[in-house]
């Protein structure tokens, strides 16, 4: 008997979703089978890859990163040099800074540096709150308004302050606003279906349903994104459709894998190594789930993602 | 004359000055001259805002006020008032443009007349928010400039943004009083037509926050209805024109509330929740909230000590005890109770009878707590489900211990606390506040009265709790599944059981016993987009096992397709799965044709050969497992209990102390059902047995019902 194959294309698709302006801008989603089930039908749109870069500039980065930024002296040094490695499709601005239980840069200073960088590079952008839900609802406003017309992603809008940063990034200034919740498809909905009674149009919500380095109940993560595919596609569920985005640089460089160093732990071997390896394998199984973007910061993981996507898509 | 007259007198009025300010305009600087608000991308942007149309230029206002015209509709229908207040607030925006021709600067401060975009996306966040959880619009003079003073500082105080027309203006300077935008309170100007800057703030953020396209007038005046919270206060004398201009105000929604009461009750202009009024202007405030359905958040707890889950637990011993208010000795009593809205006094606390510093250390007092609360959608359901409350929110007061409900209540308050000043109000504070921002919902307004007289005490508990408690006992019996029309979803237990989906029902409660049908729908009603949904149950598939379509859609839809089909009443066939929480599990014992329940805290061995952690791993996950079932304690004596293989005359063995609990009610059950007396001695326990062979000997001996019941597999 003659072997058919059956197409696994789903009637309900993923929302497109454009980020930045111009030639650079970069759109998200709108695929309606499984990821990277090309065979099935084509995905328009393949999968994302940013780097991510702190107000902390050089300072904030591990030795292996400096040293891909050499020459840098500034944030805004390190946001053009960024832009330019191999395979980075947009850049992002984690204001890690403005924690008020770490530095607690003044939201002033910070949005300083967002408008410099923004002025210095066209690439779209994704600006990422300091995991703080008030401040970052000050900072995110404020955020939101200095990149008017740049259409950005303003991360995070969470439960406790989805109003604030929904408000100011979905309806004052027309950014993009990312829902982040933690890995749980009902929490992901529910965050969803309150951005959107605020008035947020569906069409401009990507979702972060929860982030972990591999190994650190990374199949939670997995299993969630999982599942929030299964129901926006197989389900139609369209509370669930948004494009999901994932900040895998946060996570995976503050695990000890990669920041033990190799005096301590010589049968690890180099920590460059270690880091990079870390960061490609938590993206590359975020990807295989279902994530249409990820976020990295070792420009050797960008690259190396990037040219896994151009393979499979 | 009647409302319609004062009206359109009005509107007539103001559409004649507009009409001649705009001759005058192009007569002075032709047709062609450019006139515009500064620093707004809407043009005029009420007008934008009703038609879609922007005006450039003289000439195309002129062509507008042709527009406008055709608004101002004659018949004396509500809809026609309505529609001339919109053309009077059109004429005001034109007359008010018309003040900007060349880019002059009409107004200077205080005074701020047209509010540029910027300004409006920077309110528009708190707005929406409900960080700002109100738009005052005071218009005219105030009595005195002491009350326009106590108004605005009422406001204020409550976060309400605060916009100011006419006299009131110059009364606040008087008195020194600070304005401005940084203090939220904006004086737009001293004409009557300056009120339409505010206005223009409610239909740009419309056409900003709300995606309202110019033009689509029915739109904006929804939005401005439900997301702008605006009102008026209106200091009488009333004119035509203000009176038309406050039909204007009605028509986007916002409620007109208005000193000058003989005038309104000359024209017979009183409308309900709309143009109301209120002779008293110190009561301005509570007015203008109620009518707009404003609630202010409450953020802080106004007591002497702290407040914090951190003291959930704390233990105060005998000695360290200034007074006891024990019910199980004297009388007590928690209670709240629904009234009218108008029988309310919002936070107001009242203490009857002697405070805790009148009462000798260390002894034995009486105290009753009546929260008395109003709202829109209160229900008498949910009474209870406040008061259960209660034990967690006065736990957490530093040096306070609460145990038990009802009248059976035990509070200690320590002497650090009682030395920190705490006093019998401040329970009435703690209760106010957390009913008030938990429950803001459904409660509107909340008041408390403590009674500490022993004589009230006794009349309160016998007179007014116990009827209340009994009569919520016999609700709670009488509803039964086939009395109510809806179910309701639980899926709490999703994060850790992700395709498990409780239905929870009058006469099933969920299965870990903390979700009753009553908690459930005031879940849903507390949090619509909740972990409770509600469930339609139209669609009978079959009665005998309790399977609906809309049931089982439900489940499909929030198990995210893990689950097909499941029955209400059965173990067997499509039985509900359970998530892992279950007080119990029930699992059938082939021997005996029956079922062993074990609940949680039961560590031994059941006659089914398993102990409850071993049933445990068989029955959760939410997988369907027929011949398991998880449960709650409750559900052990309901009369839908396995009703689909014959009900609890299944039940064959439960441990002894599970049985002692439930044991009265399944008596009555069983009785009721099947005529048998004292079921539970039939029932074998760990004691009786915990083998099959053993417990069937004993079952055989007492002549239990399940022996001769059609077998079950």
């Known amino acids: 008997m ?56 050089l300072d904030a980065e591990p030795d292996c990163i400096k040293a891909c930024y050499e020459g840098c002296t500034s944030v805004v040094d390190m946001a053009k040099k960024a832009a330019g490695f191999e395979g980075v499709d947009f850049l992002s601005l984690r204001l890690e800074g403005g924690d008020p239980n770490g530095l607690n840069k003044s939201t002033e200073e910070l949005i300083a540096i967002v408008k410099e960088v923004a002025a210095a590079v066209d690439l779209p952008l994704v600006i990422s709150g300091c995991k703080n839900v008030e401040k970052d609802a000050e900072l995110l406003t404020k955020a939101a308004e200095a990149l008017e017309g740049r259409n950005a992603l303003i991360l995070p809008a969470k439960e406790e302050n989805y109003k604030t940063v929904g408000a100011a990034a979905g309806l004052a200034y027309k950014q993009v606003v990312g829902a982040e919740s933690s890995v749980d498809i009902n929490l992901a909905k529910q965050l969803n279906v309150l951005l959107t009674q605020l008035g947020v149009n569906p069409q401009s919500i990507a979702m972060n349903v929860g982030t972990a380095s591999a190994g650190y109940g990374f199949e939670y993560v997995i299993s969630t994104i999982d599942r929030v595919k299964a129901a926006a596609l197989s389900q139609g569920d369209a509370t669930l459709q948004m494009p999901i985005i994932t900040p895998v640089a946060s996570e995976v460089w503050g695990v000890k894998e990669t920041m033990a160093s ?14 990079i390896d870390m960061e490609i394998e938590t993206a590359a199984a975020d990807l295989v789930s279902g994530s249409n973007a990820v976020i990295l910061r070792h420009p050797a993981s960008v690259a190396t993602i990037s040219k896994m996507i151009k393979e499979l898509v | 004359m009647t409302l319609f007259d004062v009206v359109f007198k009005g509107n007539d009025a103001v559409y004649g000055l507009t009409e001649q300010a705009i001759d005058a305009a192009i007569a002075q600087h032709g047709a062609d001259k450019a006139v515009a608000f500064p620093d707004t991308a809407y043009s005029l942007p009420c007008y934008f805002g009703v038609t879609g149309t922007k005006v450039g230029n003289l000439g195309e206002l002129k062509t507008a006020l042709g527009v406008v015209k055709t608004l101002m509709t004659r018949e004396k229908k509500l809809n026609d008032v309505f529609m001339s207040g919109v053309a009077t607030a059109l004429c ?90 940084n203090v939220r309170v904006i004086p737009l100007g001293k004409d009557v037509t300056s009120v339409i800057h505010v206005v223009s703030v409610a239909v740009r953020a419309a056409l900003i926050f709300g995606n309202i396209q110019g033009g689509d007038a029915a739109g904006l005046m929804k939005y401005t209805f439900e997301r702008v919270p605006a009102f008026v206060n209106a200091f009488g004398p009333l004119d035509e024109v203000v009176v038309a201009c406050g039909a204007g105000a009605v028509a986007l929604g916002f409620p007109v509330i208005t000193n000058d009461v003989a005038t309104l009750e000359a024209v017979n202009g009183k409308v309900p929740k709309s143009i109301i009024g209120q002779p008293d202007v110190a009561k301005f405030n509570a007015t203008s909230l109620e009518a707009r359905n404003i609630k202010i958040k409450i953020t802080n707890i106004d007591i002497p000590v702290a407040f914090a889950s951190a003291f959930e637990g704390e233990i105060i011993r005998r000695g360290d005890m200034q007074v006891e208010f024990d019910g199980s000795r004297v009388d007590c009593a928690e209670l709240v109770q629904t009234r009218e809205a108008s029988e309310i006094e919002d936070h107001k606390i009242e203490v009857i009878g002697p405070d805790i510093d009148e009462m000798p250390v260390g002894s034995k007092q009486s105290l009753a707590y009546v929260v008395e609360v109003a709202g829109k959608t209160m229900q008498a359901d949910f009474e209870p489900v406040f008061e259960r409350k209660f034990h967690s929110y006065l736990n957490c007061v530093e040096g306070m211990m609460h145990t038990g409900q009802r009248d059976m209540i035990r509070i200690r308050v320590s002497k650090d606390t009682f ?36 004589e009230d005490c006794t009349r309160i508990r016998h007179e007014v709790a116990i009827p209340v408690f009994d009569k919520r006992d016999e609700r709670l019996t009488t509803l039964t599944d086939e009395s109510v029309d809806v179910y309701y979803s639980c899926i709490m237990c999703q994060a850790f059981s992700p395709s498990h989906v409780c239905v929870v029902t009058p006469e099933r409660l969920g299965l870990c016993g903390a979700v009753s049908w009553l908690d459930a729908k005031a879940t849903n009603q507390l949090d619509p987009q909740g972990p409770c949904q509600v469930i339609t149950k139209e669609k009978v598939i079959d009665e005998r096992i309790g399977e609906y379509e809309d049931v089982n859609d439900a489940v499909r839809k929030f198990s995210q397709g893990a689950l097909d089909d499941v029955s209400l009443y059965s173990i067997i066939e499509k039985p509900m799965t359970s998530c892992g929480c279950f007080e119990c599990i029930c699992g059938i014992e082939p021997l005996s044709n029956g079922v062993c329940i074990a609940n949680r805290e039961y560590a031994g061995m059941t006659p089914i050969g398993m102990t409850f952690s071993e049933l445990a791993s068989m029955t959760g996950g939410g997988v369907q497992t027929p011949g398991f079932m998880g449960h709650g304690k409750h559900f052990i004596a309901s009369k839908k209990f396995m009703k689909a293989e014959g009900g609890v005359a299944r039940i ?15 008596n009555e059950t069983a009785k009721e059902l099947y005529g048998i007396e004292n079921f539970c001695d039939m029932i074998g326990d760990e004691t009786v047995a915990e083998d099959p062979e053993t417990l069937l000997a004993f079952l055989e001996e007492k002549g239990h019902p399940a022996l001769t019941m059609e077998p079950m597999m």
């Open chain 2, 419 to 454: 030395n920190a000043g705490f006093r019998l109000k401040h329970i009435g504070e703690v209760l106010y506040a957390k009913v008030k921002s938990e429950f803001a919902a459904v409660v509107d307004k909340c008041q408390v009265k403590i009674y500490s007289k022993p």
């Open chain 1, 2 to 57: 003659p072997f058919t194959a059956k197409s696994g294309k789903f009637n309900a698709s993923i929302n497109t979703l454009t980020i930045g302006t111009g030639d650079k801008a970069i759109t998200l989603g709108g695929e309606n089978v499984l990821p990277f089930y090309t065979f099935d039908a084509p995905i328009e749109n393949a999968p994302k890859v940013g780097i991510e870069i702190t107000d902390g500039g």
């Open chain 1, 262 to 275: 190799e005096a301590d732990m010589p049968e690890w071997g180099p920590v460059e190594e270690r880091g």
């Open chain 2, 652 to 666: 064959v063995w439960m441990p002894k102390e599970l049985k002692e609990t439930v044991a009265d009610r399944l």
């Open chain 2, 92 to 181: 005001a925006e034109f007359i008010e443009v018309l003040k900007y021709i060349d880019g002059a600067v009409p107004y200077e401060a205080p005074c701020y007349g047209h509010l540029a975009d910027a300004v409006i996306r920077e309110l528009g966040v708190p707005l929406v928010t409900g960080d700002i959880p109100g738009v005052a619009v005071i218009l005219g003079t105030a009595p005195t400039a002491q009350e326009a003073v106590d108004l605005v500082k009422s406001y204020q105080g409550q976060g309400i943004l605060v916009t100011l027309v006419g006299g009131v203006i110059d009364q606040l300077q008087e008195m020194g009083y600070k304005t401005g935008a």
